[in-house]
DNA sequence: ACAAAAGTGTTAAGTCTACACCCATGA
DNA sequence: TCATGGGTGTAGACTTAACACTTTTGT
């Protein structure tokens, strides 16, 4: 016996949706599509799988000759299969999400891929059904940071407070009361004080925190009701 | 052009976790697999991708052939890929999970599968991963109804608060105060008091209620923090 | 009349929100 | 010295949690 008979075979696909925090707003990482269809367009970053890995290892395979980067957040997002989405062949994709610190992207790495950091806001049109991937990873980012401490990743190993307020803001396109934020993220324990401040945001300075890996890991689960309303999410 | 070139054709399979409550405790549907590999172990529903239609048509499809039911909440869970899930050949698979009106589900259909409900509790061990697609889709079930009204699918078209409540209690496997629960869950606005009562439950006899879907889908966002510890739950 | 489940209200504790002033520093 | 962003506390509103007794009715 050598396999399922009279079953049909499908391309699997993955597409990488890369996301970054500049310090004023939430980009996405794009390529220029090296390969026919739909050549020259702006894209997500994707590629093949391989009969002998799954979609995990494709992705982080990419996700390497693209950024640079191993052992980043990555999480499944939903998997594409509408039997035209791809007008060459019929094909599957599963969407990956990928929370990374923009400062550690390694810029010479895409230098094949004319890859390319964009505001949400300014995005160019997306092929094929990928929009519908950008959309609906930004709902599950919102959701999941809502309640999970995952924007962190985002972030360098040190930040102040301020600007995780500012990625916080940035994410649900909101204004946070400064008070109350740091009250609460500071009550979240997640939180450890450094001893220097980061002077370039201003004159005085301002603390540098780290996450106190410990209790991300203990209180991932636990970071509730940190978003002023979270009416607006979604499932 | 004809397709891709080099690319590997995979054999993509969905699985389908019917769950559905009898009033005292969560179910799963299972069937007796009736071909190879692993012919006459207990499993999920599944079936196979046909080249021309989308893996929610797919997983419609399987769900009408086994319950008879059309238009059940459904939702995708996860794409399993590890290369060795399957013995046979690789396969990936993606599984969704369905809510249903236990009493609507139609028997004499099941005759050819041999299926039989179980209490998530006494299920049998199951084939390949699926082990752990049940492992997630009840995390996710549990996570999602913390939030949203999920929990209605499980139930028929009218219900009593006792009823519900119990369909909470043994979903979080917790118990809930009474009068905290009817509180909070007529305070959301989408229940509809009928003059009607239920007396199979007591003497006395308990009010049916319905659900109002006018507000069910205002309000699907906004059901949130109902269970008393919102710990325990999963990404 | 009694057993068994349904139904209902209050109070205290805790959490959340709104809000304004002083601090430190570089230019 | 002044302009800029950093840092902090409180009071009122609201929400949540804990808790017990009365009602209905079939047997």
């Known amino acids: 016996m050598t396999g399922?008979?009279?079953?049909?075979?499908?391309?699997?696909a993955i597409d990488c949706l890369v996301f970054g925090f500049d310090g004023e707003t939430l980009k996405i990482l794009l390529i220029k599509r090296g390969f026919q269809p739909e050549q020259g367009k702006w894209s997500l970053m994707g590629g093949f799988a391989k009969l002998?890995?799954?979609?995990?290892?494709?992705s982080n395979r990419v996700l390497k000759q693209l950024t640079g980067l191993d052992g980043m957040y990555l999480e499944q997002l939903h998997t594409f299969s509408d039997p035209n989405r791809d007008p060459l062949e019929r094909t599957i994709s599963t969407a990956?999400?990928?929370l990374i610190d923009i400062n550690k992207y390694q810029q010479q790495l895409n230098a094949d891929y004319h890859a390319e950091w964009f505001p949400l806001k300014r995005m160019p049109k997306l092929i094929f059904d990928q929009q519908e991937m950008v959309e609906m990873a930004l709902k599950r980012i919102r959701y999941k940071a809502a309640l999970?401490?995952?924007?962190?990743?985002?972030?360098?190993?040190?930040?102040?407070?301020?600007?995780l307020q500012t990625l916080y803001e940035s994410v649900y396109n909101t204004k946070i009361d400064k008070r109350n934020f740091s009250k609460r993220v500071l009550a979240t324990g997640l939180l450890i004080k450094q001893g220097e401040k980061d002077k370039s945001g201003s004159k005085r300075g301002a603390f540098y925190y780290h996450v106190n890996m410990q209790n991300y890991y203990a209180k991932f689960q636990a970071f509730l009701n940190f978003i002023p309303n979270p009416t607006n999410l979604i499932s």
């Open 52 to 58: 002998t890995e799954s979609l995990e290892q494709a």
């Open 96 to 98: 990956y999400f990928a």
């Open 4 to 12: 399922y008979t009279n079953e049909a075979r499908i391309v699997q």
């Open 148 to 163: 999970h401490p995952i924007l962190f990743e985002l972030l360098p190993g040190r930040f102040t407070i301020p600007q």
